[in-house]
């Protein structure tokens, strides 16, 4: 089984990357890390694709169009709307939105699938316990929430705007990247999951709540979990 793994920063995936010794193999490419496994038999590679839909796309579509994979799975930190979700807490986005891609209306907001130029909205196509059904894994891999996530290209941080998104979408968590991920997985046909982890609420910005730190330890934990779950799948 190929698995591509997706995070746009590299401070995401400290942990994870030291500890299965990825390693950049292309002086050309040197956002894509990989790591066979002793048999051969899973072959992981890491891509960093930079921060935003833009980057995410152009580097996961490049990716693509010379390699093939069994699955892919974006994973990064986010900004929670739901105050039930606890910062640090890992969940796996199966619904996500282009959140601003449209037209302004009025008072409304017209999707890009109502003016007739296409999709904003993407699910994803596999789930973790699906992935792991059946088989003996950690109890990270399992009981994770399932939430619905809005992908932006500015950060809320704003109530008022917080507020318009809210009553428009009801989104529990929004990111830069997850809705361009699927978006790319579903045209190259490729099995995909979304990750993450809450390091902030979606609030008036304040830097000093946010928990970066105690969500990327809990986001390599999983990750770390899930890629020992492949070898006895
Ligand atoms: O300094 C800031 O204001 C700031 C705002 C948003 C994100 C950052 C980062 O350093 C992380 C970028 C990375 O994290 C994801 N992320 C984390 N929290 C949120 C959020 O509340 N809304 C949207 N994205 C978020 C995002 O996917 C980026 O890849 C700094």
Redo the contacts with the bound molecule.
Sequence with gaps: MRVLFVA??G??VGRFVLDFGFRVMDAEKKNVYTIPDEKNSVSHTLLITG??MVATAYSLGKELATNQYDLAINF?????FDRSIELGDVVEIIHDNIAELGAEDNDSFLPVSVLGFGESEFKATQTVSSIFKGAKTSSLLKNLKQVRSIT?NT???EPESINRVQKRLNPQL?????AAFFYVCHHAGIPCVQI?AV??Y?EK?D?DN?K?GLAVKNLNAFIVEFINGLQVL
């Design positions: 746009a920063t401070m995401e921060v935003g990064g930190i986010a900004g929670s932006v950060v809320h941080g929004e990111s830069m990247e997850g993450r390091s902030n979606v910005r830097k946010w970066i």
